[in-house]
């Protein structure tokens, strides 16, 4: 059985919807960007120290962890600390390209992968009433970059390269990908 390291209600919904059987134990840990860490380094580096803090208890099974983040300008966006960061994100993204990155750690009893996927999303400039308004909503507060490109910012989305379930949270068909290629 498969466990997801991650209280993340996007990651159940995307394991749920590509159909793969899973159960949920989430930790919290200390996810603090490191200095000199580049981005893709951090999310993995996160990724793998949650699924190894589930797997300590899980020995046998297999365990996922995931951590998504998106970047503009070099700069690491994370879940915004309030309402006045969530703006600052915003209108750091709008009109113009970013990348969200998403790291993936599986750990088994045959062995530990990770890897990353990135992908470039391009935003229509999004005008100060329309921040305001999607602020209110609440949305972007538990999201990387203050935003969620499948609810309320998916009309300030006018191009994307790349996977769009890892804007989601969790890169469906590299995870598909990492499972099979476990040694059973």
């Known amino acids: 059985m498969l466990i997801l390291a991650s209280s993340s209600p996007r990651r159940r919904e995307l394991l749920t919807q590509a159909g793969i059987s899973f159960c949920v134990e989430s ?3 200390d996810e603090s960007h490191r200095s000199g860490e580049t981005p893709i380094a951090y999310t993995l580096r996160l990724a793998r120290e949650k699924a190894e803090a589930i797997f300590v208890a899980h020995p046998t099974s297999t365990v996922l962890g995931a951590d998504t983040i998106v970047v503009c300008d070099a700069e690491i966006l994370g879940k915004p600390a309030d309402a006045a960061d969530a703006a600052r994100m915003l209108r750091l993204l709008s009109n113009r390209s970013h990348q969200v990155i998403t790291g993936v750690a599986i750990l088994s009893p045959q062995g530990t ?3 990353a996927e990135t992908t470039t999303v391009v935003m229509r400039e999004i005008l100060e009433k329309e921040i305001e308004t999607y602020i209110a909503t609440g949305e972007p507060m538990d999201k ?13 989305v006018v191009q994307i390269e790349g996977d769009y379930t890892n804007i989601v949270g969790l890169p469906v068909a590299l995870v598909q990908k990492l499972l099979q290629n476990q040694p059973q």
């Open 113 to 115: 992968v990770t890897r």
């Open 27 to 29: 930790i919290d840990i």
């Open 144 to 156: 990387a970059g203050a935003y969620a490109i499948q609810g309320g910012a998916a009309k300030f």
